[in-house]
């Protein structure tokens, strides 16, 4: 709320939607120190090899033994998501000296790629409960929708990378003349980025007056 410059604000929540199920998988990975950025020799090791060693486990009946570990149930989330990504596999890792980190992620990125008839989506949306002196009050919607190009440009990689090659081309043309490492909270910076991304396609749409029921409880 400082940040925003609006300490008067009661309450104030900022989340993400997820696929069902991707918190759940991510937990376990965590748990599982999956995501570890220590260094460890995995020569000749296979992806289910991996798995055990993560998880303390021998590679006999290591499915079951890991549900019973993560207390879930062998058809849980979880459990699915590791076997699609051939956690469980006698595959070999390709790896000499690496981090945890590194073989969850590869692997990810490898069996998670888009294809080439899908595309992604970002949505963002902010919403408001204003209330004014007089005692009225209405909600405000800030929102935005946008696609990517199948396998080639996604939207996730335009609405990150395009503001910010907007701000470097503003420095360079000498439009902005602030020193120092700045948020984008300022309108210096916002205003005119905001002003260029919507000639590329990528615009907040704002909707006032509002009822209370558009609220997100």
């Known amino acids: 709320m400082d940040i925003y410059g609006i300490p008067e604000t009661q309450t104030m929540y900022r989340g993400t939607f997820r696929y069902k199920g991707w918190c759940e998988a991510l937990d376990a990975m965590k748990s599982l120190k999956m995501l570890d950025d220590s260094i460890k020799d995995y020569c000749r090791m296979t992806y289910s090899g991996f798995l055990a060693e993560r998880g303390g486990l021998e590679i006999k009946d290591l499915k079951e033994n890991l549900a019973k570990k993560l207390r879930v149930s062998m058809n849980s989330i979880a459990i699915k998501s590791l076997d699609f990504l051939g956690f469980f596999s006698d595959e070999k890792l390709q790896y000499h000296e690496t981090t945890p980190?590194?073989?969850?992620?590869?692997?990810?990125?490898?069996?998670?790629?888009?294809?080439?008839?899908?595309?992604?989506?970002?949505?963002?949306?902010?919403?408001?409960?204003?209330?004014?002196?007089?005692?009225?009050?209405?909600?405000?919607?800030?929102?935005?929708l946008d696609f990517g190009s199948p396998a080639t440009n996604t939207s996730i990689s335009r609405t990150v990378a395009l503001p910010a090659a907007i701000a470097v081309k503003m420095i360079l043309e000498k439009k902005i003349d602030l020193k120092g490492v700045h948020r984008p909270v300022i309108p210096q910076i916002y205003t005119p980025v905001l002003d260029e991304l919507k000639t590329l396609g990528i615009e907040m749409k704002e909707e006032f007056g509002l009822p209370e029921s558009e609220m997100i409880i």
């Open 101 to 144: 980190f590194d073989v969850t992620s590869d692997r990810m990125i490898k069996k998670m790629l888009l294809s080439v008839n899908e595309r992604d989506m970002v949505i963002l949306q902010h919403i408001f409960l204003a209330s004014y002196p007089d005692g009225t009050r209405e909600v405000i919607k800030s929102s935005m």
